[in-house]
């Protein structure tokens, strides 16, 4: 159960970053492999499994220490090197270099880095904070996190929506990232993936520690929907 806690009265300004959470999606970078390879996605190996399923396929994933990815039909891609397991090979993995290998029905295995060690609260204060945590002259700044909801947006629904989010949601949010589109249909980018910078344990770490702060809502400003160049907060 989320030991997460929300304070009665939500922010609203301006001066963050354009950050956000709470919502899922996929912002790739590049290989992410710490190796050179070719321009193009480079296939390593191939081999089957027999009798192989999708539950097979994520626990294969989950002891290199990756997170499973799902690409539609023709429509997506994977994010980075790792494994790939098309609907139309059958039995087949693939593993390979790079993003974009496979755009067709699929299921990826996303690698990641190795474990630093590094405890959740020292990535939060490292890699969140920044932009998450609270106000800097707040005396309790480091305890608490900063949820940013979309111009306009019901910041009380927003909220409610966020506590009631499963840690499997938040990991690959931190994982994978947070894009979609404004209500005018401008996309957006407003959280970048941490799949190359960070282990699995490490977000799932650095998740639990989110797990125990206060939550502060605060809307996002973006520039051309609800802010202009010169705008002060």
């Not at 009798?51 to 990756?66: D, I, Q, S, Y």
């Amino acid at each position: 159960m989320s030991t997460r806690r929300s304070r009665s009265k939500a922010k609203v300004g301006f001066g963050e970053t354009l950050l956000g959470a709470a919502v899922s999606g996929l912002l790739a970078g590049g290989c992410g492999s710490g190796e050179t390879t070719d321009d193009a996605p480079r296939k390593v190996k191939e081999f089957q499994v027999e009798g192989l399923t999708v539950a097979m396929f994520e626990e294969m994933c989950e002891e290199r220490g990756g997170l499973t990815q799902v690409h539609a039909s023709c429509a997506g891609n994977n994010a980075c090197r790792g494994l790939i397991l098309n609907g139309w090979a059958g039995e087949t993995i693939v593993e390979h270099t790079c993003r974009g290998f496979s755009s067709c029905l699929g299921i990826s295995c996303v690698d990641m880095p190795e474990d630093s060690g590094a405890s959740g609260q020292e990535i939060y204060e490292d890699t969140c904070a920044s932009c998450h945590g609270g106000d800097e002259d707040s005396e309790n700044a480091a305890e608490i996190y900063t949820l940013f909801v979309e111009p306009g947006g019901d910041q009380d629904a927003a909220l409610a929506e966020f506590m009631a989010l499963e840690q499997t949601t938040l990991v690959n949010n931190v994982a994978f990232g947070a894009v979609g589109f404004y209500e005018d249909g401008t996309p957006y980018a407003n959280m970048p993936a941490y799949h190359e910078e960070l282990s699995l344990a490490e977000v799932r770490r650095v998740v639990e520690h989110l797990e125990g702060l206060e939550v502060s809502v605060e809307e996002i400003k973006a520039l051309g929907i609800n802010s202009e160049v010169g705008d002060e907060e």
